[in-house]
Every structure is written in structure tokens, then in C-alpha cells.
């Protein structure tokens, strides 16, 4: 006769004890997209466009920190205006991380995320650890805006030429008006006004 096997106490049981270190194979490799909705987009425009956005995304999660890294450092006669409306702009440029995000997950396809793949995909140049005169902030924020509105004219337009609509609108309505918005706000802190005493032309005769 067989010898009958033994079966485990606690097999098929449900505990609350949580599983810990657990490790396992991706689920969806970096790179690729998935049908998970009837988009009616072929897999080569919803591959093109997750890799541009994931591009967008690494330059505006950059801007993004920029900003932060610029709310806390900067110093000067300008603190209280520029720590204020660094922190705004640190704020919207937050939404629009969650925004390009989310639009690359609904293609089906994956979002760079952690700091280290960020920092390897980013097209904006890495600012030193120290802190900065507020002129060369300002500098580096408005580069860095104009390597993000560039790649917005070029995304939206390529875009609409492929049927992706969606992308476009997202594109055009939230990262490049913001963008533009922004860069205006900040330039103008670099025109070179007098503060109390305006010039007397007869003066400077």
C-alpha cells in the first residue's frame, strides 16, 4: 500500500504575517508597451511615443528638482520672492511629472522613475552639489526650460502627424504653456532695472 503523504500544517492557510525580501522576474521589460486598452494606436506609434514622453519625463523631473534645489539655496535681496515662486513652479512641475507619467502607463508602456535612471536619461546639465549666485540659477532654469519646450514643439507636432492626439494635447495644453509660462516669470528677474533710483536721462547726457 502507498504510503499516504504528509500534507503541511499550515498549507493553504492565510496569515498575517507579511512576506518579506520577496523577489521575482518583471512583469513588463522597460521599453516595450502592452495592449491594456483599445486605443486604436499601433504598437510602433505607442512605442515612439512612450520613448519620447520617458525623455520628457526624465527633463521635466529634473527641472523639477532644479527648482527645489533652488527654493532651498537661494540667498540675496530677492530671497522671499524667489524662495516663494521657486516653490510654485517646483509645484506645478510636479503635476506635470504625474501627468507625462501616467500618459506613457496608459499607452501600455513603462516610466522611468528612480533617481539613478533619471539621472542617466536627463538631457539638462547637472548643477554642482554648492550653492549658486541667483543669476546662474535663474540661467539654469531658463536652459533648462528651453531644452524642455523645444522637445515639446518637436513631440506634438510628430505626434499629430501619427494620429496621437492624446499625446499632442497633453503635450501642447499642460507641459509647454507651463513651460512657456514659467520661463517668463523667471527671465524677467534678470533684466537689469534699477531697484529704488531710476535713471535720469539728462543725467546720463
Request: charged share 25%; aromatic share 4%; hydrophobic share 40%.
Given at each position: 500500500?502507498?504510503?499516504k503523504?504528509?500534507?503541511?500544517?499550515?498549507?493553504?492557510?492565510?496569515?498575517?504575517?507579511?512576506?518579506?525580501?520577496?523577489?521575482?522576474?518583471?512583469?513588463?521589460?522597460?521599453?516595450?508597451?502592452?495592449?491594456?486598452?483599445?486605443?486604436?494606436?499601433?504598437?510602433?506609434?505607442?512605442?515612439e511615443?512612450?520613448?519620447?514622453?520617458?525623455?520628457?519625463?526624465?527633463?521635466?523631473?529634473?527641472?523639477?528638482?532644479?527648482?527645489?534645489?533652488?527654493?532651498?539655496?537661494?540667498?540675496?535681496?530677492?530671497?522671499?520672492q524667489?524662495?516663494?515662486?521657486?516653490?510654485?513652479?517646483?509645484?506645478?512641475?510636479?503635476?506635470?511629472?504625474?501627468?507625462?507619467?501616467?500618459?506613457?502607463?496608459?499607452?501600455?508602456?513603462?516610466?522611468?522613475?528612480?533617481?539613478?535612471?533619471?539621472?542617466?536619461?536627463?538631457?539638462?546639465?547637472?548643477p554642482?552639489?554648492?550653492?549658486?549666485?541667483?543669476p546662474?540659477?535663474?540661467?539654469?532654469?531658463?536652459?533648462?526650460?528651453?531644452?524642455?519646450?523645444?522637445?515639446?514643439?518637436?513631440?506634438?507636432?510628430?505626434?499629430?502627424?501619427?494620429?496621437?492626439?492624446?499625446?499632442?494635447?497633453?503635450?501642447?495644453?499642460?507641459?509647454?504653456?507651463?513651460?512657456?509660462?514659467?520661463?517668463?516669470?523667471?527671465?524677467?528677474?534678470?533684466?537689469?532695472?534699477?531697484?529704488?533710483?531710476?535713471?535720469?536721462?539728462?543725467?546720463?547726457?
Open positions: 500500500m502507498a504510503k503523504e504528509s500534507v503541511p500544517a499550515n498549507r493553504g492557510r492565510i496569515s498575517a504575517q507579511p512576506r518579506l525580501h520577496q523577489r521575482a522576474r518583471e512583469i513588463q521589460t522597460y521599453g516595450t508597451v502592452e495592449h491594456l486598452l483599445p486605443l486604436e494606436l499601433e504598437e510602433p506609434v505607442r512605442l511615443m512612450t520613448e519620447q514622453l520617458n525623455q520628457l519625463l526624465a527633463d521635466t523631473i529634473t527641472l523639477r528638482d532644479l527648482y527645489k534645489k533652488s527654493h532651498w539655496q537661494v540667498a540675496g535681496p530677492t530671497f522671499y524667489l524662495h516663494l515662486l521657486y516653490d510654485k513652479h517646483y509645484e506645478e512641475q510636479d503635476e506635470i511629472v504625474d501627468e507625462i507619467a501616467e500618459r506613457i502607463q496608459l499607452l501600455g508602456g513603462i516610466s522611468l522613475a528612480m533617481a539613478a535612471d533619471i539621472a542617466e536619461t536627463t538631457k539638462i546639465e547637472r554642482p552639489r554648492g550653492r549658486e549666485e541667483v546662474v540659477q535663474i540661467s539654469r532654469l531658463l536652459d533648462a526650460h528651453q531644452i524642455i519646450i523645444g522637445q515639446c514643439r518637436k513631440l506634438a507636432k510628430r505626434a499629430q502627424t501619427i494620429g496621437d492626439e492624446g499625446t499632442n494635447d497633453l503635450v501642447v495644453s499642460d507641459v509647454l504653456r507651463t513651460n512657456e509660462l514659467q520661463q517668463w516669470f523667471i527671465n524677467e528677474h534678470l533684466a537689469n532695472v534699477p531697484l529704488v533710483i531710476a535713471e535720469d536721462p539728462e543725467a546720463a547726457a
